[in-house]
């Protein structure tokens, strides 16, 4: 089964507008944690947010937030103010109880966001 | 700031033959991984080292071996290419203080290494 799913392929917004990319999660495990990474054209990897499950606030990042809904299991990432420059490719990866590592991350299939203007 | 380094950043292989993939970071962290990432997919992990001294299997070790030379270096060694090892290699590295809030759980990645295996 699947632990991470993005059910978007592909995602089209207007710039300046906001958009929602979805994420659903499975585990059994209480402690856990939830990532959003930005790829970019060039390659790249860039860490966007981060949420855990203990956390009592939903995480935000400057115009990131991430929309965590424990008993649904679902993580979504709301971009606010949409940019050209956010056109990409967005994935949501888990890190399950870390034990030894804590890089030891799942990854989603991801979504490609283009921002129209 | 270099972060995470990794070489080459583009190599073809022919079925058969071996490379070594480098991976070095500069920020003192404990633990580092390769992932590959194929088209369509998200990154899976493929070998980790949680520490220095240690490695251990990911999700998809199948056809590779990795060494951790020192802190520094995490070391992805291809013995005989497969045309399924065609794929984009990334290192990272992650910082596993022990904090309050455990907020230093991010990964670094490096820009990549696209290897072609014909």
Redesign the interface.
């Known amino acids: 089964a699947q632990k991470?799913t993005q059910t978007q392929p592909g995602m089209f917004v207007q710039e300046k507008e906001a958009v929602t990319l979805d994420c659903t999660y499975d585990t059994s495990d209480p402690s856990y944690?939830l990532?959003w990474y930005k790829q970019p054209s060039s390659?790249?990897?860039i860490?966007l947010i981060?949420q855990?499950s203990y956390d009592q606030q939903n995480a935000t990042e400057g115009r990131y937030s991430l929309n965590f809904q424990k008993a649904r299991k679902s993580a979504n990432l709301v971009i606010s103010a949409s940019q050209l420059g956010d056109s990409a490719m967005y994935?949501c990866?888990m890190?399950e109880d870390?034990g030894?590592?804590?890089?030891?991350?799942?990854?989603?299939?991801?979504t490609i966001l283009t921002v129209h203007p | 700031n270099a972060g995470v380094t990794q070489t080459p950043k583009f190599q073809v292989l022919k079925t058969g033959q071996s490379m070594t993939l480098q991976c070095a970071q500069d920020m003192n962290h404990n633990s580092m991984y390769w992932y590959r990432q194929d088209p369509g997919m998200g990154l899976r992990l493929i070998y980790y080292s949680a520490s220095e001294g240690t490695t251990d299997k990911g999700e998809v070790p199948n056809g590779y071996n990795v060494s951790r030379l020192n802190k520094r270096e995490f070391s992805l060694r291809l013995e005989s290419a497969a045309p399924s090892q065609t794929s984009v290699y990334f290192c990272a590295s992650s910082d596993t203080r022990q904090s309050v809030s455990r907020r230093f759980e991010k990964l670094f990645f490096g820009s990549g290494t696209q290897l072609s295996v014909l």
Do not use: C, D, H, N
């Open positions: 991470i944690g990532f390659g790249e990897m860490f981060y855990g994935f990866a890190r870390p030894t590592s804590y890089g030891k991350l799942t990854f989603g299939q991801g």
